[in-house]
């Protein structure tokens, strides 16, 4: 009987430890999820060089977001343009600086380009970002000032990782004419499983299972310190009830955020959505692998879906 008795002694112990190892870990990850690093704006004078390869100036611009938070971006319209426009959408602790390579891309084709900052990234005001939850209506602000200060015939979208996510949360009220998400999380509950594997070097199982309570106290602390609940963030519901087509796009090789994060999304609106998997590229990486393919997709997905 002695091996029971000890166990038994012990057990309360472990899940005062469990208990306890579990609202540490849970505070520890609200706030990291609060606190990215925000990466300054400090290439202005490259990204007015690339603006004037075609014949563009580039223009500081804000809007004031629904809590007041004043964001930035880069507005560029070249010389000679074809109507459109494109909003691109950075990932998170990057800022606008990080889109000026596709800018590039867009300007050289007659698009006119608007490159924020995201919430509480870059330059833009903002205490915390919220993964989508309120970026959605941000992404809303400055669909609605394009439209009033160049009247484009079609706004498009794109996004890389976070900025994806937060894309495809405002096509449930924002009517672009078609957006490309690269490299998206599905919903911000499952990206946070994932992201408790990697950070143990274990897989998704860790977050559902051993440390689920932890996550879970993580959302409730979020809720009660920023007035957020990080679930709500949540990309494949907002597609579900979209009609704005969308590109996916997915790197095979993506250890950041795997792949079926995007096959995911696809399959709650197959007949709006379309999904390019790139194999060998990782982490937002498909132009890097497959650069004259992803012009081709990239540049005739907007082109199949524009206003004609």
């Known amino acids: 009987m002695r091996v029971p008795v000890r166990i038994s002694a012990l057990l309360p112990r472990l899940l005062?430890?469990?208990?306890?190892?579990?609202?540490?870990?849970?505070?520890?990850?609200?706030?990291?999820?609060?606190?990215?690093?925000?990466?300054?704006?400090?290439?202005?004078?490259?990204?007015?060089?690339?603006?004037?390869?075609?014949?563009?100036?580039?223009?500081?611009?804000?809007?004031?977001?629904?809590?007041?938070?004043?964001?930035?971006?880069?507005?560029?319209?070249?010389?000679?343009?074809?109507g459109d426009a494109v909003i691109l959408l950075h990932g998170i602790g990057d800022n606008r600086q990080g889109m000026m390579g596709f800018a590039e891309r867009f300007l050289a084709h007659g698009y006119a380009v608007l490159v924020p900052d995201s919430r509480a990234q870059g330059s833009s005001g903002g205490r915390f970002p919220t993964y989508g939850i309120l970026e959605a209506d941000d992404v809303s602000r400055w669909y609605g000032w394009l439209m009033a200060r160049d009247r484009p015939t079609c706004i498009f979208?794109?996004?890389?990782?976070?900025?994806?996510?937060?894309?495809?949360?405002?096509?449930?009220?924002?009517?672009f004419c078609s957006v490309i998400a690269e490299s998206p999380f599905a919903s911000f509950r499952q990206i946070a499983y994932i992201r408790v594997g990697q950070v143990f070097h274990a897989g998704e199982w860790l977050g559902q299972y051993p440390w689920r309570p932890a996550i879970e106290l993580a959302f409730l602390y979020g809720r009660l310190t920023r007035g957020v609940y990080l679930p709500n963030a949540s990309p494949e519901e907002a597609v579900e009830g979209?009609?704005?087509?969308?590109?996916?796009?997915?790197?095979?090789?993506?250890?950041?955020?795997?792949?079926?994060?995007?096959?995911?999304?696809?399959?709650?609106?197959?007949?709006?959505t379309?999904?390019?998997?790139?194999?060998?590229?990782?982490?937002?990486?498909?132009?890097?692998?497959?650069?004259?393919?992803?012009?081709?997709?990239?540049?005739?997905?907007?082109?199949?879906h524009g206003s004609a």
């Open 242 to 272: 979209s009609q704005v087509p969308i590109l996916l796009i997915h790197g095979l090789a993506d250890d950041n955020i795997p792949p079926q994060q995007s096959e995911i999304i696809h399959a709650r609106n197959p007949a709006d």
């Open 274 to 304: 379309a999904l390019w998997e790139v194999p060998k590229a990782g982490h937002c990486g498909a132009v890097s692998v497959a650069p004259e393919e992803f012009d081709r997709r990239v540049l005739g997905w907007f082109a199949a």
């Open 16 to 82: 005062v430890y469990y208990a306890t190892a579990s609202l540490t870990l849970a505070i520890a990850l609200g706030e990291f999820a609060f606190r990215p690093k925000r990466l300054p704006v400090n290439e202005r004078s490259s990204a007015q060089a690339t603006a004037a390869r075609f014949g563009a100036v580039l223009e500081d611009v804000s809007v004031t977001a629904s809590d007041g938070a004043h964001l930035q971006a880069w507005f560029a319209h070249p010389g000679t343009g074809n």
């Open 157 to 175: 979208g794109m996004g890389e990782s976070m900025g994806a996510a937060i894309l495809l949360q405002a096509v449930k009220t924002t009517p």
